[in-house]
């Protein structure tokens, strides 16, 4: 290579297909019609030029970046891009100080954070003042659960729209698009069937970006076509072997993480194992911990099985610890078998209710007496004071069942806390505590 002929293609500024595809106005805008459609609050800001201060918060690659820009450029508005994990409160301040010399020139600031959720208390806080005084209108980016990660006060001061997922469809558009109107894949003369398109745009996951950078790489292994030595194809088989080792969207810690565990728990609860096993499987396809899983499977055979059927938690335990010694992937199918189970298996929160509601009566009544004759009297001096005087050793009674005898403390009266669901074994459970309630109450 000549030096001449480097230098040439060092010059050369490299941009990522996802970069020179972004939209650069509202029209060519693909997916989220459910805050950009007809008729849709921020369009009508957008075309009123009514701009407020919002926070946009959805999952990676729903054009979130993309979005703030736009609604810079339709408002005609100066740009600044903050990345909340490569700023500081210096930066922030750089960014106020421009936007106050705008400001004094009659023209607009739109200040936009991406990561939002990764500045602390204090750097939110610095936002405020120059929001309420119109020196920046503010837009924010999360992929977290902006009521968990943003301060009240700033959370006040903006509206907040939530961006979903591309669909198929969307990211077909945007595949589509890009082979049209891209010059660089426009000159490679990449061709794609349908059925490539679909299965790319499936891959993608609902991120547009993802797609994108998938596209850039399968032209890249595209074949030439018999008889054209010019165009090439994308097939099938390519679009396999760039994302054969993609993991499926998983954010460890994140809202995904906690919405997927939810539904995997919400399934079992409600009955239904197919569900159930459909979650495991994009939790362990996503990258999930299994043994984090395992020790939720526990949870659940506690929580929502309970005494319906004890078997329940064993099987859980025995899962959890057949994961250990097997590893992965053969101990996974443990897990699954228990959570199958737990699927089926008869339900009750009767145990889980009872525990909350003891509980509550617990932390308000910390500092009553155990009665005397509950409590234990090992020395002679404990015994003259009354300690066990009265108490009745429910093994010496009819049935070995003490009727009558009081548990609580005296200020608190008895208690009902479980009651037994009539499924399961706690239908039986039910009965009994039934009769010996009864015992208890003889003139009722």
Known sequence: MTAELFSEQATQHYRPLADRMRPQVLADYIGQGHIIGQGKTLSQAIENQMLHSMVFWGPPGTGKTTLAKIIANSVHAHFINLSAVLSGVKDIREAIAQAKQWQVQGEL??????????????????????????????????????????????????????????????????????????????????????????????????????????????????????????????????????????????????????????????????????????????????????????????????????????????????????????????????????????????????????????MTDARSSASMDVPEHLRNAPTQFMKDLGYGKDYRYAHDENDAFAAGETYFPEAIGEKEYYQPVDRGLEAKIKLKLDHLRALNKPDE
């Open 109 to 358: 600031t739109i200040l936009f954070v991406d990561e939002v959720h990764r500045f602390n208390k204090s750097q939110q806080d610095a936002f405020l003042p120059y929001v309420e005084d119109g020196t920046i209108f503010f837009i924010g980016a999360t992929t977290e659960n902006p009521s968990f990660e943003l301060n009240n006060a700033l959370l006040s001061r903006v509206k907040t729209y939530v961006l979903k997922s591309l669909s198929v469809e969307d990211l077909m558009a945007v595949i589509t698009n890009a082979l049209n109107n891209d010059e660089q894949l426009k000159a490679l003369d990449v061709q794609i069937d349908d059925e490539s398109l679909e299965l790319l745009a499936k891959v993608s996951d609902g991120d547009a970006r993802r797609a994108l950078n998938f596209l850039e790489i399968a032209c890249d292994l595209a074949e030439r076509q018999p008889g054209n030595s010019e165009g090439c194809l994308i097939l099938p088989e390519t679009i396999q072997d760039v994302t054969s080792q993609t993991l499926r969207r998983f954010d460890k810690g994140g809202d995904l993480f906690y919405e997927q565990i939810s539904a995997l728990h919400k399934s079992v609860r409600g009955s239904n194992p197919d569900a159930s096993l459909y979650w495991f499987c994009r939790m362990i396809d996503g990258g999930c911990d299994p043994v984090y899983i395992a020790r939720r499977v526990v949870r659940m055979a506690s929580e929502d099985i309970g005494n319906a059927d004890p078997r329940g938690l064993q099987l859980a335990l025995d899962a959890w610890q057949t994961f250990e010694r097997l590893g992965s992937p053969e101990g996974e199918l443990a897990i699954a078998q228990a959570i199958v189970f737990l699927a089926c298996a008869a339900k009750s929160n009767a145990v889980y209710s009872a525990y909350k509601t003891a």
